[in-house]
């Protein structure tokens, strides 16, 4: 019986799995709830549907924070919950996994353990650079580029990388992303209307509002909680609100953004001018952001079609190409000696 290959790419809110004997890609929340710190009660979606809405004894926890793994054995028993739910999951099946680059090795090896280490028994773990698995997934020729700048705006994080023929030459991990929008919405509604609303409802105004391209009339009504009478309620939230709570994540980005070009050599820079930006990344789904990005960069954006799954595309990719599966390697090669 042929063993099953799986790539992974474990984001700080999602996980993306391809699966290689099936041929499909699917997507399943990071999220866990656990009952009296012992029993797993829910994982993935439905887990999600009762963040903010449990009591005292329940815990809706979330294993990875800003990027890396927070909560080993959570992740692990996550992961493998996840590969067994309605899945055709066989132990020793060979792994390749997407890592940010901007973290120190013993984070990055704990990416590695986190399969190797499992009851899944894997036979063969292989590690690739998140940015280089983006590329690929763009349809980018890694190997041969001059140079490009991309940019995954994930969940809690947002991955800077530049990359020249085959290599990343600049990568940096801000720990700004889809939560810090939502923090961002949550904290100037409660201060300019004295109304409390969850995380929830912050990602929903994210989501619904055209932000970059919106009527300035445009607004929802949400449900909350009054601050001055303490009772719950709804009110009604306008885009110009949303627009002013992204003003200065976004500005530090763009900041972030413009330092690594400046420190990127003369050659490599001008051919990001001519190749461009490209977005990729959960966040990048908003319509119109490729076009601030582009307006504050000046240099020609573009978004991924695909962008929340840009990298498990390229994982596919790798997975499939004898000459792309060389940019994976493992965490036991004789570099890695001093970390076993």
């Given at each position: 019986?042929?063993?099953?290959?799986?790539?992974?790419?474990?984001?700080?809110?999602?996980?993306?799995?391809?699966?290689?004997k099936?041929?499909?890609?699917?997507?399943?929340?990071?999220?866990?709830?656990?009952?009296?710190?012992?029993?797993?009660?829910?994982?993935?979606?439905?887990?999600?549907?009762?963040?903010?809405k449990?009591?005292?004894?329940?815990e809706?926890?979330?294993?990875?924070?800003?990027?890396?793994?927070?909560r080993?054995?959570?992740?692990?028993?996550?992961?493998?919950?996840?590969?067994?739910?309605?899945?055709?999951?066989?132990?020793?099946?060979?792994y390749?996994?997407?890592?940010?680059?901007?973290?120190t090795?013993?984070?990055?090896k704990?990416?590695?353990?986190?399969?190797?280490?499992?009851?899944?028994?894997?036979?063969?773990?292989?590690?690739?650079?998140r940015?280089i698995?983006?590329?690929?997934?763009?349809g980018?020729?890694?190997?041969?580029?001059?140079?490009?700048?991309?940019?995954?705006?994930?969940?809690?994080?947002?991955e800077?990388s530049?990359?020249?023929?085959g290599?990343?030459?600049?990568n940096?991990?801000?720990?700004l992303?889809?939560?810090?929008?939502?923090?961002?919405?949550?904290?100037?509604?409660?201060?300019?209307?004295?109304?409390?609303?969850?995380?929830?409802?912050?990602?929903?105004?994210?989501?619904?509002f055209?932000?970059?391209?919106?009527?300035?009339?445009?607004?929802?009504?949400?449900?909350?909680?009054?601050?001055?009478?303490?009772?719950?309620?709804?009110?009604?939230?306008?885009i110009?609100?949303?627009?002013?709570?992204?003003?200065?994540?976004?500005?530090?980005?763009?900041?972030?953004?413009?330092?690594m070009?400046?420190?990127?050599?003369p050659e490599?820079?001008k051919a990001?001018?001519?190749?461009?930006?490209?977005?990729t990344?959960?966040?990048?789904?908003?319509?119109?952001?490729?076009a601030?990005?582009?307006?504050?960069?000046?240099?020609?954006?573009?978004?991924?079609q695909?962008?929340?799954?840009?990298?498990?595309n390229?994982?596919?990719?790798?997975?499939?190409?004898?000459?792309?599966?060389?940019l994976?390697?493992?965490?036991?090669?004789?570099?890695?000696r001093?970390?076993?």
């Amino acid at each position: 019986m042929a063993r099953n290959t799986y790539g992974l790419d474990l984001g700080s809110y999602e996980i993306k799995v391809y699966d290689k004997k099936q041929d499909t890609i699917w997507k399943e929340k990071n999220v866990l709830a656990v009952q009296d710190k012992k029993e797993i009660i829910a994982i993935g979606e439905d887990a999600y549907q009762m963040y903010e809405k449990t009591p005292p004894d329940i815990e809706v926890a979330f294993p990875m924070r800003d990027g890396v793994i927070s909560r080993f054995n959570d992740m692990q028993n996550l992961l493998q919950n996840i590969l067994k739910k309605n899945r055709h999951f066989s132990r020793g099946a060979e792994y390749v996994i997407a890592v940010p680059t901007d973290v120190t090795e013993v984070q990055k090896k704990a990416f590695f353990d986190l399969v190797i280490h499992s009851n899944a028994k894997a036979r063969e773990v292989n590690i690739v650079e998140r940015s280089i698995a983006d590329a690929v997934g763009l349809g980018i020729d890694v190997q041969n580029t001059t140079g490009v700048m991309i940019i995954n705006f994930g969940g809690e994080t947002t991955e800077l990388s530049v990359l020249t023929e085959g290599g990343i030459v600049f990568n940096r991990l801000l720990k700004l992303g889809g939560t810090t929008l939502d923090q961002e919405i949550v904290n100037l509604v409660r201060n300019s209307h004295d109304f409390l609303i969850g995380s929830r409802t912050a990602e929903i105004l994210r989501q619904q509002f055209d932000v970059f391209n919106g009527d300035s009339e445009t607004a929802f009504s949400v449900a909350g909680r009054d601050l001055i009478t303490g009772l719950p309620m709804r009110k009604t939230i306008s885009i110009t609100l949303v627009r002013a709570a992204f003003k200065d994540t976004l500005l530090e980005c763009m900041k972030a953004v413009r330092s690594m070009l400046d420190r990127t050599p003369p050659e490599i820079r001008k051919a990001i001018y001519q190749n461009g930006i490209y977005l990729t990344g959960g966040i990048a789904n908003m319509s119109g952001l490729d076009a601030y990005v582009e307006s504050m960069t000046k240099i020609h954006t573009t978004a991924a079609q695909k962008p929340g799954i840009c990298a498990v595309n390229g994982l596919k990719k790798i997975m499939l190409s004898k000459d792309l599966s060389k940019l994976a390697y493992s965490m036991l090669d004789e570099s890695y000696r001093w970390m076993r």
